[in-house]
């Protein structure tokens, strides 16, 4: 079965900082690949996804991902985090098998950016 | 506004009692799915539809049921709740049967056995 693991469970950043966090899978067929972010006290929201072409993708708020597909990993960055990126990242996986998809989601990471 | 509407927002059940969960979209959706959200664990496929009058079983459907009558509405029922049910539920629909067209999510449920 195809599993997703996020390391980080955890990630405290002062504002303007560097953020990367990542995201390993373990499936090795076609996969989707996405990021979704949960503001507290929200539903989760899509910030980006992969399914073929370039590897590195943009999303919304300033956020890329990139696909390395030998390193089963799809990371999450942004080059200078704000206090409102303060949320929950989840990174998912589904196969490409043509049939009815089902993510499945990391364990989330929590982060929190401090002014 | 267009999206997926979950009812009720909050509920707080005792051990043994029953309850449904709705959830509800507008967007002409074929697939629907319910996740539990737990601390520490992400999000859990408990049951999810590829289309009215179907369903199939997720990752963790002990203790759940659901129904899809109606292609708009994905209904999630608890027989017996436990305090292990303790969770945020959260339903979610998406278009096709491709998943890059990702999920769009509802609000969430916060229920509480006690």
């Known amino acids: 079965a195809q599993s997703v693991s996020q390391h980080n469970h955890h990630v405290i950043l002062s504002e303007a900082a560097s953020l990367e966090l990542g995201c390993n899978y373990s499936?090795?067929?076609?996969?989707?690949l996405f990021w979704y972010v949960q503001y507290p006290g929200q539903h989760l929201q899509l910030l980006l996804k992969?399914?073929?072409?370039?590897?590195l993708v943009k999303g919304i708020k300033g956020f890329e991902a990139e696909f390395i597909k030998s390193k089963f990993s799809f990371n999450l960055r942004k080059p200078s985090v704000q206090w409102s990126d303060t949320a929950e990242y989840f990174c998912?996986?589904?196969?490409?098998?043509?049939?009815?998809?089902?993510?499945?989601f990391g364990t989330g990471t929590r982060l929190q950016v401090t002014l | 506004n267009a999206g997926v509407t979950q009812t009720p927002k909050f509920r707080v059940l005792k051990t043994g009692q029953s309850m449904t969960l709705l959830c509800a979209q507008d967007?002409?959706?074929?697939?629907m799915y319910w996740y539990r959200q737990d601390p520490g664990m992400g999000l859990r496929l408990i049951h999810y539809?590829?289309?009215?009058?179907?369903?199939a079983k997720g990752e963790v459907p002990d203790g759940y049921n659901v129904s899809r009558l109606k292609k708009q509405n994905f209904l999630l029922g608890l027989e017996s709740a436990a305090p292990s049910q303790t969770s945020v539920y959260f339903c979610?629909?998406?278009?096709?049967?491709?998943?890059?067209?990702?999920?769009?999510f509802g609000s969430g449920t916060r229920l509480t056995v006690v």
């Open positions: 967007m002409n959706h074929e697939y």
């Open positions: 979610a629909s998406s278009y096709s049967v491709r998943s890059n067209y990702g999920y769009t």
């Open positions: 539809s590829v289309g009215e009058g179907t369903t």
């Open positions: 998912a996986v589904c196969l490409d098998t043509g049939t009815a998809s089902k993510l499945t």
């Open positions: 992969y399914f073929s072409g370039d590897p």
């Open positions: 499936y090795g067929g076609t996969v989707n």
